[in-house]
């Protein structure tokens, strides 16, 4: 009866496995297709510092966070983030948060006149964790309350769902642990309940090097492509667009210490 019973675990293991991959690949390769047609622009920069407090014996845990982005390499900042949130894990493979932050957009050429935009934003995210051997996948969705404030006086208010799959390589270890150097990959779908339903994708590679169990280096590059939706105006057909950026990414992640037996993967909150 015991051998039946791994024998069947065995099995689900390997359908999920290669299902997992399956969709990886799928969601990648369609990503790059899309990338490829978007308009060439200048590379931007994504300068990322986070703390995080992992979830511990009592399981709940947190993180702050603060991102500045440029419009070309190191200069022509436009951009920044300050969040934070607080989590729960439910298990080694199951976490549960609440978060929200200020985003801030302004004019790089006009620094001195003021944001264009304040976003004040509002999550609630489920994240599903697998730990395949050698491979390590990251499932996270997240619902999103979005309330701006344009310099023109407008006060829009918008939802929006994201999905994200990250995978994880670790390349001297079997686990991401303290001396790992390790590569990461994701694909991020960003929707409209309104619609345009599809309203972004974010693709990004990089590596990183975990130094001990608290400090965590990535640099990689990550490219965000919008898409404006068809319109149809006075008789004349404006198909689909899309446009997107390259940036170079520099993430520095900080554990603060508190025990815990479990791997945890080198995630980026963002």
């Known amino acids: 009866m015991q051998t039946v019973t791994n024998h069947t675990m065995v099995n ?3 359908v999920t496995f290669y299902f997992t991959i399956s969709l990886f690949i799928c969601t990648l390769s369609r990503s790059l297709a899309q990338t490829s047609l978007t308009p060439a622009t200048p590379w931007g920069t994504w300068l990322i510092g986070t703390l995080v407090l992992p ?11 603060v991102q500045a982005r ?3 390499v ?3 900042y436009f951009y920044n983030e300050l969040k934070g949130g607080i989590s729960y894990d439910i298990d080694k493979n199951f976490s549960v948060m609440v978060a929200g932050g200020r985003y801030a957009t302004y004019d790089y050429q006009a620094l001195s006149d003021g944001p264009l935009t304040i976003e004040k934003r509002l999550w609630e995210q ?7 051997s050698r491979l390590k996948f990251e499932h996270r969705y997240r619902i999103e309350q979005r309330w701006f404030d ?19 390589v670790p390349l001297n270890n079997h686990t991401v642990t303290a ?13 409209n309940p309104i619609g345009p339903t599809f309203e972004r994708n974010r693709i990004y590679a990089g590596i990183g090097y975990q130094f001990d169990q608290q400090l965590i280096l990535q640099v990689g590059w990550v490219n965000q492509t919008n898409y404006n939706p068809a319109t149809f105006e006075s008789g004349v057909y404006t198909p689909q667009s899309a446009t997107g950026k390259n940036n170079l990414v520099v993430g520095l992640i900080y554990r603060l ?9 080198p995630t980026q909150p963002d």
């Not at 210490?257 to 993967?265: D, F, I, N, P, W």
């Open 12 to 14: 689900r293991f390997r």
């Open 55 to 65: 979830g511990g014996e009592k399981k709940w845990g947190g993180f702050a966070e």
């Open 70 to 72: 440029s419009n070309g």
């Open 74 to 76: 190191f200069n022509q």
């Open 126 to 132: 489920f994240t599903i964790n697998q730990y395949l």
């Open 150 to 168: 344009n310099r023109d006086g407008t006060t829009p208010y918008r939802n929006r769902i994201r999905y994200r799959l990250n995978m994880f």
């Open 179 to 191: 001396k790992t150097a390790f590569l990461s990959m994701y694909d991020e779908i960003f929707l």
């Open 257 to 265: 210490k508190r025990k815990s037996a479990s791997e945890r993967l």
